[in-house]
């Protein structure tokens, strides 16, 4: 395959067709909304896939006392945290067999229709097409309905991912680099080549779905307010085949939602693999402005704050460079590959407790950080890998677990740290996501179950931000 071009972020997005009116969207979309009744239920693979929402609710098990209590919920939406980023192909497969067979018991229990939201990765890792595949047959299977495509979006303009002429890109500074062409399609565990949606589907489906099969919703025809086309398209979709959809604004997803409801409206069914854009527009959400400081620490608490920092993609790392110059901050690196021999090992995560515990106490904050390099064990070791990855990662989950001092504020870097450190570290049930510290960094707010009720939880992805913006999350929480 021939790599594609890089192209100057400056140059094509002058090139562009012009936006509409955003008033006249607006109301299109407010209109559309309210005539959809559907409960939206977003599945989300790691814990930030709430960056761009506030004032909904994330559940971080699928029992079927949490489904009926989402679903009695005032609120259209909500989020149940799969966390199957960090699962195995079969742990996936069998998660998601529960959750839609169990959605569908409760749903037609309380006479609800819904849809189902796949957030993924806007730089295309994770399960796919598995989990929509999944969900797809034990639905069919359970009910008469049958799904006609699947919508796929990995748009999302906080991290600067947009797809444009059906290629997806990745913004680096004032670059647009080819989803393909990043460090993200070398993933061990989900990696691929394809920039152009449609051949990415194709070569993730194993040729299941040619692309020249997919229907492509086409910048010009969203730009230029052709609802009544894009909506004729989307009645002709069948046999599941897939929805590309272009969008560098949020604007696009406004006239892309519209669409939907009619088509919808007019008896398609449609599965969503998308990023955080769309969750925001369906769910109705309005724009929030970044949190302040006064929203997320409380005065009274004089502890220190805990900064938990697992992800090792290159972004988390440079950012954690940054943040070493922090002098306000105590640092303790945390000696992972040590796991190789048990001893040490649970010698070592007693010191960092022990250590963390202290600094807190005596009002300092404090960064664990896992050892920079990775544990590498040769070629084929794969399965190895990821048993002693699991094994440190519960090791940085139990620091949190066993802390006795509640600390002002806890910032987790990388999406499987920020999710373990959730549901086990914390035993948070159900948070309240309360927006955005920056753009694409959510903030939960625990809930009364958790081991630290009430407390600001910043989930740092991996993936997003400049090289200081880590700093510049902790020093507004610190200070």
Partial sequence: MTPLKKLSVAETFATLPKTPDETIVNEMLSAALDQFKKKIIVLDDDPT?????????????????SLE????????MFFILTNSRGFTASETQRAHEEIAARIQEVAAKQQQEFII?????STLRGHYPLETDVLR???????????????IMPFFKEGGRFTIQDIHYVQDGETLIPAGETEFAKDRTFGYSASHLGEWTEEKSNG?????????????DIRNLQVDRLTD????????????VNATEYIDVKVVVIA???????????LFRSAAALTKIFGGVSDKSLLTKEELVSEQNQNGGLIMIGSHVKKTTEQFEVLQTCDFIKFIEFDVHLVLQPEQFEKEVQRVIEMTEKFIRNGQTVAVYTKRERLDLGENQQEDELKLSIQISNAVTSIVKSLKVRPRFI??????????IGTTGLSVKRATVAGQIKPGIPVWLTGNESKFPGLAYVIFPGNVGTATTLKEVVELLHH
């Fill in 49 to 65: 896939g709430v960056q761009t929402v506030h004032g909904v609710s994330v559940y971080t098990d699928w029992s079927m006392e």
């Fill in 69 to 76: 209590e989402a679903f009695s919920e005032e609120s259209r």
């Fill in 117 to 121: 939201i796949s957030r993924g990765d």
């Fill in 137 to 151: 047959s034990t639905l069919e299977q359970q009910t008469d309905v049958s799904f006609d495509g699947e919508v």
């Fill in 208 to 220: 299941a779905f040619p692309s020249t099969d997919a229907t492509y919703l086409s910048l010009d």
């Fill in 233 to 244: 398209q989307l009645m002709k979709v069948e046999h599941f085949n897939k929805v590309i």
């Fill in 260 to 270: 939907l409801i009619r088509a919808m409206n007019g008896e398609k069914h449609f």
């Fill in 411 to 420: 910032v987790a870097k990388g999406g499987i740290t920020s999710s373990d």
